[in-house]
């Protein structure tokens, strides 16, 4: 079985800073692309950032370039998003998803998802 496991929500002051985590089981990540994706009240799910599989490209909504970097550590089968200067409206789910082969997913093209990890910004 495949399994996402996400970590490192939690709740930070504006400006802040989190390491997300998403640990993956049952699939070897050399494979897969991977997501990170949003969701806010109220708002539609978001797409955050990602990295291929190949090369290892990475992708960042333009929104949030500069504050979020994505890492991938395929011997650990783990994926990280570094998020700094953290600002209310980051506060949403936030989840990471997979899809087999090099090119990163859209929502639909999703495999797999985490369970999501709660991030709130607030003072």
Not at 83 to 93: C, F, I, S
Request: hydrophobic share 30%.
């Amino acid at each position: 079985q495949v399994h996402l496991v996400e970590s490192g929500g939690g709740l930070v002051q504006p400006g802040g800073s989190l390491r997300l985590s998403c640990e993956v089981s049952g699939v070897t990540l050399d494979d897969y692309a991977i997501g990170w994706f949003r969701l806010a009240p109220e708002k539609e799910r978001e797409g955050v950032s990602c990295v291929s599989s190949s090369a290892g490209s990475t992708y960042y909504t333009d929104s949030l370039k500069g504050r979020f970097t994505i890492s991938r550590d395929n011997a650990k089968n783990t994926v990280y998003l570094e998020m700094n200067n953290l600002k209310p409206e980051d506060t949403a789910v936030y989840y990471c998803a997979i899809r087999y082969g090099s090119i990163c997913p859209a929502p639909y093209e999703v495999e797999y998802w985490g369970q999501g990890t709660q991030v709130t910004v607030s003072s």
